[in-house]
Each structure stands twice: as structure tokens, then as C-alpha cells.
T-cell receptor
Framework: EPEVTQTPSHQVTQMGQEVILRCVPI?????FYWYRQILGQKVEFLVS????????KSEIFDDQFSVERPDGSNFTLKIRSTKLEDSAMYFC????????????FGQGTRLTVV | GIQVEQSPPDLILQEGANSTLRCNFSDSVNNLQWFHQNPWGQLINLFYIPSGTKQNGRLSATTVATERYSLLYISSSQTTDSGVYFC????????????FGTGTRLTIIP
């Protein structure tokens, strides 16, 4: 069964460093997402991406965040200068189209900022 | 924005018991999904159920979209069912993103 894959599964980084989280969405999917879950809290939407541009972003997704689809298969989330409060589980998801179909989630990347 | 509330927040059961988890949402939706978050933090898709009833083994789910709620039933609970269960919805008239509920933490005791 097709799946969304994320790498790395766990990343530890020093405050102020840049990190790139990587995702390979399901191959025929067209909409891509990043979500975040701070430990013990609910999952929150960060950003959606379609047709090589951001279609929606939350207020969490400020200037330190960026997303990119550098080639036909990868989808990345970059955090430019990490803060302690960026420590969270980051999930990538993809859907075949917008509005309605099932979203498939990757296994997550646990980011720890020290 | 849309409100998604789950109840109960915590549930502790003996192995073999049955349980019902509830998800209430405040607006019209065209997607509703149930997830199980396992102890490693992974989100496992359980059901895509914007309306109607589905069953998968010991799990089943029902969504009554007109009354804005969904129920997840777990029968004959096993310790591997432990974890946090989330429902997530997508607004009918809104951008294509999921809004997650607050979750139900289920603990199954042997």
C-alpha cells in the first residue's frame, strides 16, 4: 500500500540552527501538508501546498518556516533558526485532491531543540 | 474557526471491555477521519468516514453529519489498543486542511 515517508524519524538540534525535515508524499497525490504536535497537545495545521505554492498557512507558520518541493518526489519543511518551542512532532500528509478525500500521514519526525 | 471536541478525555478499561469514543464538531464538514496515535507517536489511519457507518475488525465508526458528531466503537479491547484517539475534520466551505480534536487517551489494563 502506498505510504507517506518522512526522514529523519528523530532529530536533535541546537537552538539557532537550521533544520530541514523531509517527506516523500504518495506519488499521485497533489496536495501536501505539514502539521505539528507539541508533546501532550493536539495536532495543529501548519501549511498546505499545491501546484508549487503555498495554498494556506496558519499563524504558527511565520517567517522562520518555509516549504519546498525541490523535485518531483520530495516535500521539505525548513526551520531557519530553531527555538526551544519548536520542539515537537512534525507530520507530513498528502491527499489526492483538495476538499474531501482521505489524508495520509507520515510516521512523523520528532524534533528536539536543545 | 471550527470547534472539534472529543469525549471522554481519558478512559481506562480492562482488557476485553467495549468502549465508545465521541467526536462533536461545530460546523458542516466534508471529511472526517479517525486516527490512533501509538506510543511511538505515529498517527495510524483508522477510518475515513464523512458520513455513514464503517467497520474494520473490532473497530467501527459512525458519523451523523447532520447532527455533527461521530462515534468510534472499540469492541473486545486489547492492550495494543492503548494510545490516543483523534478525530479530525475538514470544513465543507473552507480550505483543504484537517482540524484535529483534543483526543481521547485510552488505557487498556491486562
Amino acid at each position: 500500500e502506498p505510504e507517506v515517508t518522512q526522514t529523519p524519524s528523530h532529530q536533535v538540534t541546537q537552538m539557532g540552527q537550521e533544520v530541514i525535515l523531509r517527506c516523500v508524499p504518495i506519488s499521485n497525490h497533489l496536495y501536501f501538508y505539514w502539521y505539528r504536535q507539541i508533546l501532550g497537545q493536539k495536532v495543529e495545521f501548519l501549511v498546505s501546498f499545491y501546484n508549487n505554492e503555498i495554498s494556506e498557512k496558519s499563524e504558527i507558520f511565520d517567517d522562520q518556516f518555509s516549504v519546498e518541493r525541490p523535485d518531483g518526489s520530495n516535500f521539505t519543511l525548513k526551520i531557519r533558526s530553531t527555538k526551544l518551542e519548536d520542539s515537537a512532532m512534525y507530520f507530513c500528509a498528502s491527499t489526492l485532491r483538495g476538499q474531501g478525500p482521505e489524508a495520509f500521514f507520515g510516521q512523523g519526525t520528532r524534533l528536539t531543540v536543545v | 474557526g471550527i470547534q472539534v471536541e472529543q469525549s471522554p478525555p481519558d478512559l481506562i478499561l480492562q482488557e476485553g471491555a467495549n468502549s465508545t469514543l465521541r467526536c462533536n464538531f461545530s460546523d458542516s464538514v466534508n471529511n472526517l477521519q479517525w486516527f490512533h496515535q501509538n506510543p511511538w507517536g505515529q498517527l495510524i489511519n483508522l477510518f475515513y468516514i464523512p458520513s455513514g457507518t464503517k467497520q474494520n475488525g473490532r473497530l467501527s465508526a459512525t458519523t451523523v453529519a447532520t447532527e455533527r458528531y461521530s462515534l468510534l466503537y472499540i469492541s473486545s479491547s486489547q492492550t495494543t489498543d492503548s494510545g490516543v484517539y483523534f478525530c479530525a475534520v475538514e470544513l465543507t466551505f473552507g480550505n483543504e486542511k484537517l482540524t484535529f480534536g483534543t483526543g481521547t487517551r485510552l488505557t487498556i489494563i491486562p
